[in-house]
């Protein structure tokens, strides 16, 4: 015997495939089924916007044409993208450097609001000296159902206002403990 199974409920986990099956026969035959489990994995899905709703429009017979009126329509997933560059300044040579970015919402009362970290990892250069390091294009995605300006919700017309951190440091260092056994090859 071959079935499909289709998994209607939310929840993953380790299931029971046969846990309804009945089976009969003109002949009375008992037949007993192995036990099967499935493994169902349950991907998670965002809708970020639901469809619209409909508007119902009749043109009547012998009509070439008909104006109606349907109502507003609303932009929607607004949002915008943040797009940074910043010099990290007097990198020595043959040294790699981390960079983490920081980046905070401020409302009308100056209070933060979490909107991003990013971390990069800078190259090392191989100029004789130490010298400045630009690093351009950090992008930071924001959608305008986050705003926190106080203005008009989801609008794009709201100034809104942020605060950018950057922490660098040297990844690579000469530096070793003095119990640390190191070998050098």
Not at 51 to 71: A, E, H, K, R
Not at 178 to 185: A, I, R, Y
Request: charged share 20%; proline share 6%; glycine share 4%.
């Amino acid at each position: 015997m071959e079935f499909y199974i289709k998994h209607i409920s939310q929840n993953p986990g380790t299931k029971q495939v046969n846990q309804s099956i009945t089976y009969s026969d003109n002949e009375g035959n008992t037949v007993v089924f192995p036990d099967p489990l499935v493994t169902v994995e349950c991907d998670i899905v965002v809708h970020p916007e639901a469809c619209p709703l409909p508007v119902n429009v009749t043109i009547d017979g012998c009509q070439d044409s008909v104006t109606v009126d349907m109502g507003d329509v609303y932009l929607e997933s607004l949002g915008r993208i943040l797009q940074l560059n910043v010099t990290v300044k007097n990198v020595c040579p043959g040294k790699r450097v981390a960079l983490a970015m920081i980046l905070t919402e401020t409302d009308s009362q100056d209070v933060e609001h979490q909107r991003g970290m990013k971390t990069i990892t800078i190259p090392a250069h191989n100029y004789p000296s130490c010298r400045d390091v630009l690093v351009k294009c950090i992008k930071f995605v924001l959608p305008e159902d986050l705003d926190v300006s106080g203005g008009t919700p989801y609008r794009m017309c709201n100034a809104r206002n942020f605060k950018a951190r950057f922490i660098a440091n040297y990844i690579d260092t000469d530096y070793r403990c003095c119990d640390s056994v190191m070998t050098v090859l």
